[in-house]
């Protein structure tokens, strides 16, 4: 077997067993932004094609905050919930839209904690990593050919799971969100017309 594979194989070996960190194990302390970034670039560097990949810089963090994809944080400072919500949205956005990241996040909030989106977003992001490399390391015997094709089967996978998750953001959540707004605007009192 060539090198390549057996980057590949160790690769899907060292992923077939990633697991985010817990809520319990997230820092307790509140994090200056230099602090996040170094924490997350630890957690989340297996994600990141190369070194020079970044998946969050200052600016995003920024933005999102800006953007209220994130709560703003506290006398700069960034809690544990913080750090949870950074991870769904840097797993996550790759693959959606940031406004389509902010409605799951918004619509999911709604509904529980902030600990309970992220733990039930650990255990998905778990199951599809073992799997997904399992199937890396399946094939990975067959040799590089067989390799490329999974690439391939797996980028029109990606590309279909993608397509039906935005489909089910726009036709579901941004409705229901639109419908509540819609409601909150028909309870607002009508002010009279100022004469003239």
Known sequence: MNDAVEQIKKWAESMGHYDSVSWERLPEIDLYMDQVITYMDRQLGSFQRTPKNKLLTPSMINNYVKDKVLDRPEQKKYSKEHLAMLTVICMLKPVLAIQD????????????????????????????????????????????????????????????????????????????????????????????KASK
């Open 101 to 192: 990241v902010s409605s799951l996040l918004r619509y999911l909030l709604e509904k529980g904690e902030k600990q309970e989106v992220y733990a039930s977003f650990c255990d998905s992001q778990s199951t599809a990593l073992k799997e997904i490399c399992q199937r890396v390391l399946d094939t990975a015997a067959d040799g590089e050919s067989e390799l490329v094709r999974l690439a391939v089967a797996l980028s029109i996978e990606a590309n279909v799971r993608r397509t039906a998750a935005e489909r089910i953001v726009s036709e579901l959540i941004n409705r229901e969100q639109e419908s509540t707004e819609a409601k909150n605007t028909k309870k607002q009192p009508k002010l009279p």
